[in-house]
Protein backbone atom coordinates (compact mmCIF):
# COMPACT_ATOMS: atom_id res chain seq x y z
CA UNK A 1 0.00 0.00 0.00
CA UNK A 2 0.85 3.55 -0.47
CA UNK A 3 2.74 5.37 2.57
CA UNK A 4 0.91 7.58 3.85
CA UNK A 5 1.14 11.43 2.83
CA UNK A 6 0.66 14.41 5.06
CA UNK A 7 -1.57 16.60 3.44
CA UNK A 8 -0.31 19.68 5.14
CA UNK A 9 2.93 18.56 2.99
CA UNK A 10 0.63 18.38 -0.12
CA UNK A 11 -0.87 21.74 0.87
CA UNK A 12 2.69 23.13 1.13
CA UNK A 13 3.71 21.79 -2.40
CA UNK A 14 0.36 22.85 -3.51
CA UNK A 15 1.14 26.29 -2.71
CA UNK A 16 4.62 26.46 -4.23
CA UNK A 17 3.63 24.80 -7.01
CA UNK A 18 0.85 27.69 -7.64
CA UNK A 19 3.88 30.09 -8.48
CA UNK A 20 5.61 27.58 -10.84
CA UNK A 21 7.80 26.00 -8.67
CA UNK A 22 8.80 22.99 -10.90
CA UNK A 23 10.09 20.88 -7.87
CA UNK A 24 7.27 21.27 -6.21
CA UNK A 25 5.31 20.46 -8.94
CA UNK A 26 7.60 17.39 -9.84
CA UNK A 27 6.87 16.17 -6.00
CA UNK A 28 3.71 16.32 -5.83
CA UNK A 29 3.02 14.35 -9.23
CA UNK A 30 5.50 11.46 -7.50
CA UNK A 31 3.69 11.24 -4.00
CA UNK A 32 0.14 11.19 -5.79
CA UNK A 33 0.61 9.45 -8.48
CA UNK A 34 -0.06 5.85 -7.76
CA UNK A 35 -2.88 6.68 -5.90
CA UNK A 36 -4.41 8.51 -9.13
CA UNK A 37 -3.27 5.39 -11.36
CA UNK A 38 -5.10 3.24 -8.72
CA UNK A 39 -8.26 5.44 -8.52
CA UNK A 40 -8.38 4.94 -12.56
CA UNK A 41 -8.84 1.33 -12.45
CA UNK A 42 -12.20 1.70 -11.38
CA UNK A 43 -13.05 3.33 -14.76
CA UNK A 44 -10.85 1.12 -16.83
CA UNK A 45 -8.15 -1.36 -17.46
CA UNK A 46 -6.02 0.38 -19.79
CA UNK A 47 -3.12 1.69 -18.61
CA UNK A 48 -2.05 3.57 -21.49
CA UNK A 49 -5.21 5.48 -21.07
CA UNK A 50 -4.71 5.99 -17.54
CA UNK A 51 -1.07 7.31 -17.69
CA UNK A 52 -2.11 9.71 -20.47
CA UNK A 53 -5.54 11.19 -17.94
CA UNK A 54 -3.10 11.45 -15.76
CA UNK A 55 -0.54 13.44 -17.73
CA UNK A 56 -3.07 15.37 -19.27
CA UNK A 57 -4.02 15.98 -15.67
CA UNK A 58 -1.34 17.39 -14.21
CA UNK A 59 -0.40 19.12 -17.48
CA UNK A 60 -3.55 21.08 -17.80
CA UNK A 61 -2.83 22.14 -13.69
CA UNK A 62 0.78 23.34 -14.82
CA UNK A 63 -0.80 25.73 -17.56
CA UNK A 64 -3.70 26.63 -14.83
CA UNK A 65 -1.50 26.82 -12.32
CA UNK A 66 -1.58 30.31 -11.03
CA UNK A 67 -5.83 30.48 -10.96
CA UNK A 68 -5.87 27.56 -9.32
CA UNK A 69 -7.39 28.09 -5.56
CA UNK A 70 -5.71 27.04 -2.85
CA UNK A 71 -6.76 23.78 -1.21
CA UNK A 72 -5.79 21.85 2.84
CA UNK A 73 -7.01 18.50 0.76
CA UNK A 74 -4.60 18.07 -2.39
CA UNK A 75 -5.60 14.42 -2.70
CA UNK A 76 -9.46 14.77 -2.67
CA UNK A 77 -9.04 17.60 -5.56
CA UNK A 78 -6.66 15.75 -7.72
CA UNK A 79 -9.05 12.50 -7.48
CA UNK A 80 -11.78 14.54 -8.25
CA UNK A 81 -10.46 16.46 -10.97
CA UNK A 82 -9.29 12.69 -12.79
CA UNK A 83 -12.86 11.65 -11.72
CA UNK A 84 -14.50 14.95 -13.72
CA UNK A 85 -11.51 13.97 -16.80
CA UNK A 86 -12.42 10.28 -16.82
CA UNK A 87 -16.70 10.96 -17.01
CA UNK A 88 -16.02 13.79 -19.36
CA UNK A 89 -13.87 11.43 -21.94
CA UNK A 90 -16.17 8.27 -21.64
CA UNK A 91 -19.09 10.53 -22.61
CA UNK A 92 -17.40 11.99 -25.56
CA UNK A 93 -15.53 8.33 -26.61
CA UNK A 94 -19.35 6.51 -26.00
CA UNK A 95 -21.92 9.25 -27.39
CA UNK A 96 -24.44 6.85 -27.15
CA UNK A 97 -24.27 7.36 -23.07
CA UNK A 98 -26.06 10.20 -21.49
CA UNK A 99 -25.20 11.75 -18.60
CA UNK A 100 -27.40 9.68 -15.97
CA UNK A 101 -26.12 6.43 -17.93
CA UNK A 102 -22.43 7.88 -16.95
CA UNK A 103 -23.14 8.14 -13.48
CA UNK A 104 -24.68 4.47 -13.57
CA UNK A 105 -23.21 1.04 -12.12
CA UNK A 106 -23.35 -0.07 -15.86
CA UNK A 107 -20.53 2.08 -16.64
CA UNK A 108 -17.69 0.27 -15.60
CA UNK A 109 -19.51 -3.01 -15.43
CA UNK A 110 -16.81 -5.23 -17.08
CA UNK A 111 -14.09 -3.30 -15.47
CA UNK A 112 -11.75 -5.40 -13.30
CA UNK A 113 -11.24 -3.05 -10.42
CA UNK A 114 -7.50 -3.40 -8.53
CA UNK A 115 -8.23 -2.52 -5.12
CA UNK A 116 -5.50 -3.25 -3.08
CA UNK A 117 -6.03 -3.34 -0.17
CA UNK A 118 -3.58 -6.28 0.54
CA UNK A 119 -0.06 -6.53 0.38
CA UNK A 120 1.01 -7.84 -3.05
CA UNK A 121 3.70 -9.98 -1.14
CA UNK A 122 1.33 -11.26 1.16
CA UNK A 123 -1.40 -12.75 -0.82
CA UNK A 124 -3.08 -15.66 0.83
CA UNK A 125 -6.13 -17.71 0.29
CA UNK A 126 -7.97 -15.85 2.02
CA UNK A 127 -6.85 -12.45 1.06
CA UNK A 128 -7.75 -13.56 -2.57
CA UNK A 129 -11.28 -14.26 -1.57
CA UNK A 130 -11.64 -10.92 -0.23
CA UNK A 131 -10.15 -9.25 -3.60
CA UNK A 132 -12.79 -11.60 -5.47
CA UNK A 133 -15.73 -10.42 -3.24
CA UNK A 134 -14.69 -6.99 -3.58
CA UNK A 135 -14.47 -7.39 -7.20
CA UNK A 136 -18.09 -8.76 -7.57
CA UNK A 137 -19.37 -5.87 -6.05
CA UNK A 138 -20.89 -2.98 -8.16
CA UNK A 139 -18.54 -0.30 -9.38
CA UNK A 140 -19.74 2.58 -7.85
CA UNK A 141 -19.94 -0.05 -4.19
CA UNK A 142 -15.94 -0.86 -5.21
CA UNK A 143 -15.05 2.78 -5.72
CA UNK A 144 -15.89 3.41 -1.95
CA UNK A 145 -14.64 0.66 -0.57
CA UNK A 146 -11.53 1.58 -2.80
CA UNK A 147 -11.66 5.42 -1.07
CA UNK A 148 -12.80 4.53 2.02
CA UNK A 149 -10.18 1.99 3.40
CA UNK A 150 -7.59 1.71 0.69
CA UNK A 151 -7.14 5.90 0.97
CA UNK A 152 -8.66 6.27 4.79
CA UNK A 153 -11.25 9.24 3.72
CA UNK A 154 -14.39 10.25 5.35
CA UNK A 155 -17.57 9.51 4.32
CA UNK A 156 -18.17 13.40 3.50
CA UNK A 157 -14.47 13.53 1.69
CA UNK A 158 -16.02 10.46 -0.41
CA UNK A 159 -19.38 12.44 -1.58
CA UNK A 160 -17.21 15.60 -2.26
CA UNK A 161 -14.88 13.45 -5.02
CA UNK A 162 -18.20 11.33 -6.21
CA UNK A 163 -20.64 14.59 -5.80
CA UNK A 164 -22.91 12.40 -3.69
CA UNK A 165 -24.92 13.02 -0.50
CA UNK A 166 -23.23 11.87 2.47
CA UNK A 167 -26.07 9.44 3.75
CA UNK A 168 -26.17 8.01 0.02
CA UNK A 169 -21.89 7.14 0.66
CA UNK A 170 -23.35 5.49 3.93
CA UNK A 171 -25.49 3.38 2.15
CA UNK A 172 -23.17 2.30 -0.28
CA UNK A 173 -21.01 0.77 2.52
CA UNK A 174 -23.36 -0.41 4.27
CA UNK A 175 -24.59 -2.54 1.30
CA UNK A 176 -20.98 -3.64 0.03
CA UNK A 177 -20.49 -4.73 3.62
CA UNK A 178 -23.55 -6.68 3.51
CA UNK A 179 -22.56 -8.30 0.48
CA UNK A 180 -19.03 -8.95 1.47
CA UNK A 181 -20.95 -10.88 4.54
CA UNK A 182 -22.63 -13.18 2.04
CA UNK A 183 -19.75 -14.44 -0.28
CA UNK A 184 -17.03 -14.53 2.50
CA UNK A 185 -19.18 -16.92 4.78
CA UNK A 186 -15.95 -18.29 5.90
CA UNK A 187 -14.44 -15.19 6.31
CA UNK A 188 -17.21 -13.63 8.75
CA UNK A 189 -14.47 -13.45 11.44
CA UNK A 190 -12.84 -10.04 9.38
CA UNK A 191 -16.54 -8.52 8.53
CA UNK A 192 -16.83 -6.78 12.49
CA UNK A 193 -13.32 -5.27 11.75
CA UNK A 194 -14.16 -3.90 8.32
CA UNK A 195 -17.55 -2.26 10.29
CA UNK A 196 -15.08 -1.11 12.96
CA UNK A 197 -12.97 0.65 10.74
CA UNK A 198 -16.09 2.10 8.77
CA UNK A 199 -17.58 3.66 12.02
CA UNK A 200 -14.05 4.96 13.25
CA UNK A 201 -13.35 6.63 9.22
CA UNK A 202 -17.40 8.01 9.20
Known amino acids: MPVPVDEPLLAELWSRFKTGDENAFDQLVELRYRVLFNYGTRFT ?17 WERRERLVDTPYVTIYL ?10 QLKHDKPWLNSQGVEEDTLVESANIEIDLINA ?12 AIEQLPPRQQEVIFLKFYEGLSNEEIAQIMDVERQTV ?4 YRALSQMKNLLPALIVFLPFLLRLFKKLA
Open 45 to 61: KDRDYIKDCIQDLFLEL
Open 79 to 88: IKALRNNFVR
Open 170 to 173: ANFL
Open 121 to 132: ELLSEQEQALRR
